[in-house]
């Protein structure tokens, strides 16, 4: 069986090097000129909007939107693959077996807790490699998102699977300790600890976690970090520094983020943005992820999870006990304390996020819109903002029907984001060309140069 996967490895290897990556049809923002319907004096915000998207051309814009749709129903093929093999664990007693092993190699509990997480993940990553390497390598590979090697994603992987054996085990150990002890009450106390891990995770993510898939550096380019260190100041943040990190290493995909809190925040932007965008495009991104901090984002996501992970664990609570009525003595599981029980948790939370999959991306999408609104006022660049969207129409759906987009878009479309940046330059027509904005004013400078 193990051979079976090296063999596969070695020959997706092979082959991938073989396989031409397709050029790139998509624009760079640097390259996008605005179109005559978002210059006019009256601005008609639909037609404005219409001209930016019909600058992409149509075979660009058709790859985009079939990559995009794959993703829906990839999200159907992993669900319905994860519950085959959770189904296949609890009925071959495959799972009871682990338990066993584990009980064998220590008497103490939480150490056999542990111990069955490092047996469960490892057999369900090995199983799922084959469709995780299509997913995360050939796929994007085929549709020229990727600039990894074979071994370096694959390297990449491996650490993941460091990092979620780690803190998926302290996770893991950590309920089914509170199971064993609170037999009652246990749904409440795991949606607390699950918090607890997330805030955790937040706060460590961009110092310790991060680091070990790219590389951060601060931003020294003083034509770029000048203005956004000044749109910072202007809103209200006493950051200091802007950090750069190396996301080329992985794709051309343009991006920034704000992450950590209580002191690990940072605002980040990426070496693609740098490299393919001048300060028109730049400041309306960074005073996206301003708004994403100034909004508080951070503490209202873990609110809204806080609310969900109560909301999942009392569903847990009600299915684990009706399952196990039925099938617990076929499966061999001793009880909601036995770890052999983990399959079946994790077969009911893809059920649960399955059909939560609308409403988390309609809350993130949410969030998403107010930074922009927020990126554009701070800002005041809304033609660099309708480029920059252009751009992300590589990996990003430009155009969806009103439901695709409730369901499956956790930012909002192209269409969607352009029409915000052509509303507020409508209104703001008189100002916009009277008075030097946030973001131009520095650009009396020459624009920054492309960084290797
Ligand atoms: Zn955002």
Redesign the pocket.
């Known amino acids: 069986m193990r051979r079976l996967f090296l063999l596969l490895i070695v020959l997706l290897a092979a082959s991938s090097a073989a396989f031409s990556q397709t050029t790139k049809a998509f624009p760079s923002a640097a390259d996008i000129s605005t179109p005559p319907a978002a210059q006019t004096r009256h601005l008609d915000v639909k037609a404005a909007v219409d001209a930016y998207l019909a600058l992409v051309p149509a075979e660009a814009r058709a790859r985009s939107n079939t990559y995009f749709e794959g993703g829906y129903w990839l999200i159907l093929w992993d669900f319905l693959f994860g519950a085959v093999v959770a189904l296949a664990l609890l009925n071959t007693t495959f799972s009871a077996h682990m338990r066993d092993l584990a009980e064998r190699i220590t008497r103490f509990r939480f150490l056999q807790t542990f111990f069955y997480w490092i047996e469960y993940l490892l057999l369900i990553s090995l199983v799922g490699l084959p469709l995780t390497i299509y997913e995360g390598f050939f796929r994007e590979r085929q549709y020229g998102l990727m600039n990894q090697s074979f071994g370096d994603w694959f390297s990449q992987q491996m650490i993941g699977l460091v990092v979620g054996a780690i803190l998926g085990g302290l996770l893991v150990t950590a309920l089914f300790g509170i199971v064993r002890r609170l037999p009652r009450t246990w749904w409440i106390w795991g949606s607390a600890v699950s918090v607890v891990f997330l805030v955790i995770s937040i706060l460590i993510g961009p110092v310790f976690i991060s680091p070990l898939f790219n590389k951060y550096t601060k931003l020294k380019d003083e034509r770029v970090r000048q203005p956004i260190l000044a749109l910072a100041r202007a809103n209200g943040i006493p950051a200091t520094d802007v950090w750069e990190v190396d996301a080329s290493r992985q794709s051309n995909r343009v991006s ?3 992450s950590g809190f209580l002191g690990t925040e940072r605002i980040t932007l990426n070496d693609n943005l740098l490299r393919r965008c001048s300060l028109e495009e730049i400041a309306p991104v960074m005073g ?2 301003m ?2 901090y100034v909004l508080n ?1 951070i503490f209202k996501d873990i609110l809204f999870f806080t609310l969900e992970a109560l909301l999942f664990f009392g569903f847990l609570r009600w299915s684990l006990e009706w399952t196990l009525a039925r099938w617990g003595a076929k499966w061999q599981i001793r009880g909601i304390g036995d770890t052999a029980v983990l399959p079946l948790v994790m077969l009911l939370a893809s059920v649960f996020g399955f059909v939560m999959t609308p409403v988390n991306n309609s809350w993130t999408r949410a ?2 819109y107010e ?2 609104l927020f990126g554009i006022n701070a800002s005041r660049q809304p033609d660099g903002e309708a480029k920059v969207d252009l751009m992300l129409g590589e990996y990003r759906k430009l155009d969806p029907s009103p439901l695709e987009e409730i369901i499956f878009f956790d ?1 909002p479309s192209g269409r969607t984001r352009i029409t915000a940046a052509m509303r507020y330059k409508a209104e703001h027509m008189d100002d916009l060309q009277n008075a030097p904005s946030a973001g131009s004013a520095p650009a009396a400078q020459p624009a920054p140069q492309p960084t290797p």
């Open positions: 920034a983020n704000v996206h992820e708004g994403h984002h969030q998403e930074a922009d930012h």
